[in-house]
């Protein structure tokens, strides 16, 4: 019951309606973690195939403007996967595995070298850093 009350309590807090729709697709972001539109679409109509492809878009385009999913690009296959964690973090990426990388110290670090870098009255919305791991193992 805490599971659900939390997934309720994630889509309420984001000003969006709570609906089993957006209920069952939050959960499975959940198991998931990362997962591209593809994957998530095959696990939530596993769990319910009267669930339409169109709903699920919006679902998640709803989340990312909402800030409950945030997305990011995969350099080794170009596509955009979706992600649990919204607030500041960083990625390693093995070939289509994705993994969060926390390290503030190197947040800050990059928000003091952009200080008065940036044009104008610009302000940093998030600092996401991409690390590619054996890339050039596997290309050989």
């Known amino acids: 019951m805490e599971r659900k009350t939390g997934i309720t309590q994630a889509i309420k807090t984001a000003g969006l309606k709570v609906t089993p729709q957006r209920r069952m697709v939050y959960e499975v972001m959940q198991e998931l973690r990362h997962a591209s539109v593809d994957t998530v679409i ?10 339409t492809v169109s709903t699920i878009y919006r679902i998640l385009d709803s989340f990312c403007k909402a800030k409950v999913l945030s997305s990011v690009g995969n350099p080794a296959d170009g596509k955009q996967y ?13 070939g289509q595995k994705i993994a969060d990388y926390d390290d503030p110290e190197l947040t800050r670090l990059i928000y003091r070298y952009l200080a008065g870098k940036l044009p104008g009255d610009t302000n940093i919305d998030k600092i996401q850093v991409q690390i590619i791991i054996n890339y050039y193992l596997k290309s050989e």
């Open 42 to 51: 095959e696990k939530v109509r596993e769990r319910n195939p009267d669930i």
């Open 82 to 94: 979706f992600d649990i964690t919204v607030g500041n973090h960083h990625h390693l990426f093995d």
